[in-house]
């Protein structure tokens, strides 16, 4: 007999709930949840829960499961962050995307099915060596069963190894094989280990299953054909490992003060780069001269946020950057992933397709104009805070041109100079992501895009090196003035009416 996926009856109704309440009431309906006492954190679990378990993955990255876990652990910090009734939006937020994508019929609903006959009497290393298989032959139900048992006897960071080879190499055809695990393992961070089966089964079957070789939604022909020739040229990263003599034994893990001025002068380079996908070889040398680890991925986040500010990209989708770095920086904070696994993480960033592809919208200034006038703090974020709602949104449904091609309009580039203007003065940057986050929160269209970028950009901010984190900041704000005015904007203005009644 067949058995289906189901929890604990509290837990269980809060994910049926999502699952059979139709969109359009699915605000509404959970604000009443919230007025009443439910904890909106519940809630932001049962979205989870329910996405990965009712809604199936897309033909690409957009749609089922993918981008709502990938956005519990910002969802979760940003309503940490927010205070009143502000910190409850990112949780209708999740919500409403879950019960949207389970209520598609591109996408859902479907169903997951018990694994009632699991053999457990079987080792961690045969566990894991099943998983990996599984997946690189494109099994996708036994590297569901063998991911299962990993999660109930072996630790996140093995299996995080064990999974990172094939997202890693997969990574030059589509960002999200290597992002979409790391995030789902975050979100667990969050939310409990105990929900990994269910959170985790989705990844591995994305994982497993076979990359497109035609051109479909936004991969063009092009598109597709540039990640296989990439695919075809990972040799040339595990060759820079050997030409520069990468070993855990010349490579340290960890920064510390007496690599400031490296950090820096890679940050520099890193940050004027004319062709993105070329970074590989300069990644190399600065390890091989004996950067570390850390050190390397904070000059990349740091030259990557600069690479950032030079885009003139209006795709609200454009965050990889930042979600990049950050999600490298995860990775190489465990001990159990191996040292090939960190440094292929970092030698291939500037692979990823979300990365490379922007070469062509680099033409602007990332250092921008001195402002005539230094004005009071409250005056910048009204300003930054006016112009961005001043802005006409797009309605991304509606597109004339292929969403990669747009291009900001100038009030997005007036924003980033107010911003830069704010940071520079010494005023506190944790107006300036407040600001950003709140707004941010608005949007509905990005499938928790905009809320990744917030949340990473912080985390870089906090992790790198003053006064070179100053970038960080005004990224936020930037990508914010892109994402908050987008349109359609099915949820937010249900909220709003709401509060105003």
Avoid at 8 to 18: L, M, N
Avoid at 91 to 108: D, F, R
Avoid at 137 to 157: D, I, K, N
Wanted: with cysteine.
């Amino acid at each position: 007999m067949v058995h289906l996926v189901s929890f604990d009856p509290d837990v269980e109704e809060r994910v049926r709930f999502i699952e059979e309440t139709r969109p359009g009431d699915i605000v509404v309906r959970t604000l009443d949840r919230l007025e009443a006492g439910e904890d909106a954190r519940d809630l932001v679990v049962a979205a989870a829960l329910a996405v990965s378990r009712s809604s199936e993955l897309p033909a690409g990255h957009h749609g089922g499961p993918i981008h709502p876990v990938a956005g519990i652990h910002a969802v979760l910090s940003m309503m940490d962050r927010l205070d009143g009734e502000d910190s409850q939006l990112p949780a209708i937020q999740s919500v409403a995307l879950a019960c949207k994508h389970i209520h598609l019929p591109s996408m859902g609903p479907t169903a997951m099915v018990r694994f009632d006959d699991l053999n457990r009497n079987v080792s961690q290393e045969r566990i894991l060596e099943r998983l990996a298989d599984s997946v690189r032959v494109h099994e996708q139900r036994l590297a569901e069963r063998a991911l299962t048992l990993a999660c109930e006897t072996v630790s996140p960071g093995r299996i995080l190894d064990c999974l990172l080879p094939v997202a890693l190499e997969r990574n030059v055809l589509d960002d999200h094989y290597f992002l979409y695990l790391v995030y789902a393992m975050r979100a667990l961070d969050r939310i409990g280990w105990q929900w990994g089966p269910v959170l985790l089964r989705p990844v591995v079957r994305y994982l497993a299953r076979h990359a497109p070789f035609s051109g479909f939604g936004e991969f063009d022909q092009q598109a597709i054909d540039d990640g296989i020739a990439f695919h075809h040229r990972l040799g040339e990263l595990d060759a820079l490992m050997d030409t520069f003599g990468l070993t855990p034994d010349t490579v340290p893990l960890k920064t510390g003060p007496s690599e400031t001025a490296a950090i820096g002068e890679f940050a520099d380079r890193v940050g004027a780069v004319a062709s993105i996908a070329e970074l590989p070889g300069m990644v190399a040398e600065v390890m091989g001269g004996g950067l570390s680890l850390e050190g390397t991925c904070e000059a990349l986040s740091v030259g990557g946020a600069r690479i950032f500010l030079r885009s003139h990209t209006a795709n609200p989708f454009d965050v990889h950057i930042h979600t990049g770095i950050s999600a490298r920086r995860y990775v190489i904070g465990f001990p159990q992933v191996s040292f090939r696994s960190k440094c292929l993480a970092l030698l291939g960033w500037a692979w990823s397709y979300e990365i490379r592809y922007l070469d062509s919208t680099l033409t602007w200034d990332w250092q921008g104009k001195e402002p005539a006038v230094i004005e009071p703090a409250n005056v910048l974020l009204d300003r930054i805070e006016e112009t961005i709602l001043a802005i006409e949104g797009y309605d991304v449904t509606r597109l004339e041109v292929p969403i990669n091609e747009l291009v900001a309009q100038d009030a997005v580039r007036d924003v980033v100079d107010l911003a830069r203007a704010f940071v520079q003065a010494g005023y506190d940057t944790g107006d300036l992501f407040t600001l950003a986050t709140r707004l941010a929160c608005r949007e509905d269209a990005s499938e928790m895009h905009g809320y990744k970028i917030q949340q990473a950009a912080l985390e870089e901010y906090r992790f790198c090196r003053a006064p070179l984190n100053w970038v960080h900041a005004v990224a936020a704000v930037k990508q914010c003035s892109v994402t908050a005015p987008v349109n359609p904007k099915r949820f937010y203005p249900q909220y709003a009416s709401r509060l105003a009644a």
